[in-house]
T-cell receptor
Framework: AQKVTQAQTEISVVEKEDVTLDCVYE???????LFWYKQPPSGELVFLIR??????QNEISGRYSWNFQKSTSSFNFTITASQVVDSAVYFC??????????????FGKGTRLSVIA | GAGVSQTPSNKVTEKGKYVELRCDPI?????LYWYRQSLGQGPEFLIY????????DSGLPNDRFFAVRPEGSVSTLKIQRTERGDSAVYLC?????????????FGPGTRLTVL
């Protein structure tokens, strides 16, 4: 069964510091998809990135970057020069394909990031 | 365009009552998912619709929970004889086709409180 572990429950940093959120996953599938979502205090899950298992290139989007390491089953997320608006709960998720054709997401428990001014 | 919308945003009910939660997916998305998020946890899958049919309801916790999507667009999650343990945020998501590669876009959720 698919499993996602986000070992860091809460992280607190001072504004402008870099911070890395860890995500480790378990799957027996050879093809799969990984996602990161942001959940600000308003509660809505905001999609950040999707990565398929065949693409191990790291990705950068502004202050955000993602490091996908298939060898260690990790998909870590780094925020550079953090800002107060980055304060949120961040979720890592893994696709979980089923025989029914359904592909729900399996989520980690999330990491609560607090950026202090 | 408009994202996924959910109503109501908050629902407070008494134990034993019946509730309905509504989800309006992104226009043109055929796949619709319901998830439940308890405090301090990530969302957990409940039920999946492809078009009008419930293709996978394996995540529903028991037979008090039921969902419909009669015209392949709006979906309603129905909970009978609510219990205090049903208190959670109920999230709806939609994706274009339901393929594994599709991104699921989430609504703002309905916070259900059962007193």
């Amino acid at each position: 069964a698919q499993k996602v572990t986000q070992a860091q429950t809460e992280i607190s940093v001072v504004e402008k510091e870099d911070v890395t959120l860890d995500c480790v996953y378990e799957t027996r599938d050879t093809t799969y998809y990984l996602f990161w979502y942001k959940q600000p205090p308003s509660g809505e899950l905001v999609f950040l990135i999707r990565r398929n298992s065949f693409d191990e290139q790291n990705e950068i989007s502004g202050r955000y970057s993602w490091n996908f390491q298939k060898s260690t089953s990790s998909f870590n997320f780094t925020i550079t020069a953090s800002q107060v608006v980055d304060s949120a709960v961040y979720f890592c998720a893994l696709s979980d394909p089923k025989n029914s054709g359904n592909t729900p997401l399996v989520f980690g428990k999330g990491t609560r990031l607090s950026v202090i001014a | 365009g408009a994202g996924v919308s959910q109503t109501p945003s908050n629902k407070v009910t008494e134990k034993g009552k019946y509730v309905e939660l509504r989800c309006d997916p992104i226009s043109g998305h055929t796949a619709l998912y319901w998830y439940r998020q308890s405090l301090g946890q990530g969302p957990e899958f409940l039920i999946y619709f492809q078009g009008t049919g419930a293709a996978d309801d394996s995540g529903l916790p028991n037979d008090r929970f039921f969902a419909v999507r009669p015209e392949g667009s709006v979906s309603t999650l129905k909970i009978q004889r609510t219990e205090r343990g049903d208190s959670a945020v109920y999230l709806c998501a939609s994706s274009l086709t339901g393929r594994e590669s599709d991104t699921q876009y989430f609504g703002p959720g309905t916070r259900l409180t059962v007193l």
